[in-house]
């Protein structure tokens, strides 16, 4: 079953805006990651956040985490056309005894040039 | 550093058929992990090994699907018989220990057509 939901699930934009793609989770976490996926291609990571941070950047993107609402938002600011791609969140239960990442649905970005 | 491998990169069968993947992770990484990912959805874990022992196989249909990890470097993956449902895309993700702030890298993928 899928732990995350992304929201929206299809973005586009023109290049130089920013893009925001919201991420809400059911369970208790140890992290939220975000991973992106070219088409055609495996995931990458991008960013990691901790349940006990709030806030993360790294370049372009900013990972916001709120515990009390089980929700994450990745904004990637100046977009580019290469910045198309789809964009998962990832979570780790903080219960279990496997560590495994549950991926959401993603959502599918598109950068207009 | 060379990324984690998949082959075949691209798989057509008929239903009942049978078909293997083959993945080779990162030099190094105790952990690789099976995931399936059905067109418009997020990967789903299949199989979690950490060096040749198997840590999860909760979600994997142990009808048809089986995996091994030799050695605890390659492994592979096999669907025997497949349906229609199993059309997918099977990435293989490796990581150095495991633990859940380790960065999972996955491989290129393969996408599997059952007609």
């Known amino acids: 079953s899928q732990q995350g939901e992304e929201d929206p699930q299809a973005l586009s934009i023109q290049e130089g805006e920013n893009a925001t793609m919201n991420c809400s989770y059911k369970t208790s976490i140890n992290n939220l990651q975000w991973y992106r996926q070219n088409s055609g291609r495996g995931l990458v990571h991008l960013i990691l956040?901790?349940?006990?941070?709030r806030e993360k950047h790294s370049g372009r993107l900013r990972v916001t985490l709120d515990t009390s609402k089980k929700s994450s938002s990745l904004l990637i600011t100046a977009s580019r056309a290469a910045d198309t791609a789809s964009y998962f969140c990832a979570t780790e239960p903080s219960s279990g005894s496997a560590r495994q990442l549950t991926f959401g649905s993603g959502t599918q970005l598109t950068v207009l040039p | 550093e060379a990324g984690v491998a998949q082959s075949p990169r691209y798989k057509i069968i008929e239903k009942r058929q049978s078909v293997a993947f083959w993945c080779n992770p990162i030099s190094g990484h105790a952990t690789l992990y099976w995931y399936q990912q059905i067109l418009g959805q997020g990967p789903k874990l299949l199989i979690q090994?950490?060096?040749?022992?198997?840590?999860?196989d909760s979600q994997l249909p142990k009808d048809r699907f089986s995996a091994e990890r030799l050695k605890g470097v390659d492994s592979t993956l096999k669907i025997q018989p497949a349906k229609l449902e199993d059309s997918a895309v099977y990435l293989c993700?490796?990581?150095?220990?495991?633990?859940?702030?380790?960065?999972?890298?996955f491989g290129p993928g393969t996408r599997l057509t059952v007609l």
């Open positions: 956040i901790r349940s006990n941070e």
């Open positions: 993700a490796s990581s150095f220990t495991g633990y859940g702030t380790d960065t999972q890298y």
């Open positions: 090994f950490q060096n040749n022992g198997v840590v999860d």
